[in-house]
Nanobody, 127 residues
Framework: QVQLVESGGGLVQAGGSLRLSCAASGRTFSSSFLGWFRQAPGKEREFVAGVSRSGDNTYYADSEKGRFTISRDNAKSTVYLQMNSLKPEDTAVYYC????????????????????WGQGTQVTVSS
């Protein structure tokens, strides 16, 4: 099993930066594909970024490319999301997820692919 705890959210002005962290406990962290998702009020949970088990490969939603960076530290069992040039439309609750199964790469954007989720951290970007 994997337990995930996000932190680092908060209130920031447009153009600012935040770094989210997701600390994990459990033996399967290093063998899990990790993803960051976000969910705004009244909207579905959407994929933001993903990182492979080794950390060598990263993936981003088109709207986040060039602004967000996902990384992981398997020694610390932590995944990060560095967010720069934040916009008001980035306002949402951000969740990290861990996927322990085998899946096609296209499936990483689906919340149903992930076995475990954190409780989320609120990010609010003011204009």
């Amino acid at each position: 099993q994997v337990q995930l705890v996000e932190s680092g959210g908060g209130l920031v002005q447009a153009g600012g930066s935040l770094r989210l962290s997701c600390a994990a406990s459990g033996r399967t962290f290093s063998s899990s594909f990790l993803g960051w998702f976000r969910q705004a009020p009244g909207k579905e949970r959407e994929f933001v970024a993903g990182v492979s088990r080794s950390g060598d490969n990263t993936y981003y939603a088109d709207s986040e490319k060039g602004r967000f960076t996902i990384s992981r530290d398997n020694a610390k069992s932590t995944v990060y999301l560095q967010m720069n040039s934040l916009k008001p439309e980035d306002t949402a609750v951000y969740y990290c997820g861990a996927a322990t199964g085998v899946f096609a790469l296209a499936a990483m954007m689906r919340p149903s692919t992930y076995n475990y989720w954190g409780q989320g951290t609120q990010v609010t970007v003011s204009s």
